[in-house]
């Protein structure tokens, strides 16, 4: 059972640029964090916003996110 949702941004490999754009989020005012993981022998590094407790509020910081700093992202559940 999905309890919240987050934005993902971006799938990065350079933590330095997943720095930078978390950053850049943050002072726009959102919520932003990284979030990293292995995937065949390399590490990524999510960036994210969020979370929401509800789908439909994910969806409408997603449309706030794009107008913000112009990046699509995608609405996925939490954690």
């Known amino acids: 059972m ?9 799938s990065l490999v350079d933590e330095n640029s997943a ?3 978390r950053d850049r ?3 726009k005012g959102f919520d932003s964090y990284i979030d990293r993981f292995r995937h065949a022998g390399k590490t990524y590094f999510r960036v994210r916003v969020g979370p929401r ?3 439909p ?3 409408s910081m997603l449309v706030r996110i794009d107008h913000a700093v112009k990046l699509k ?3 996925v ?3």
């Not at 999905?2 to 971006?10: M, S």
Request: positive net charge; without cysteine.
């Open 57 to 59: 509020k994910a969806e």
């Open 19 to 21: 720095n930078m754009l």
């Open 73 to 75: 992202g995608i609405v």
């Open 77 to 79: 559940p939490y954690p």
């Open 53 to 55: 407790l509800s789908k």
């Open 2 to 10: 999905v309890t919240a949702w987050v934005v993902q941004v971006a």
């Open 25 to 27: 989020l943050r002072k």
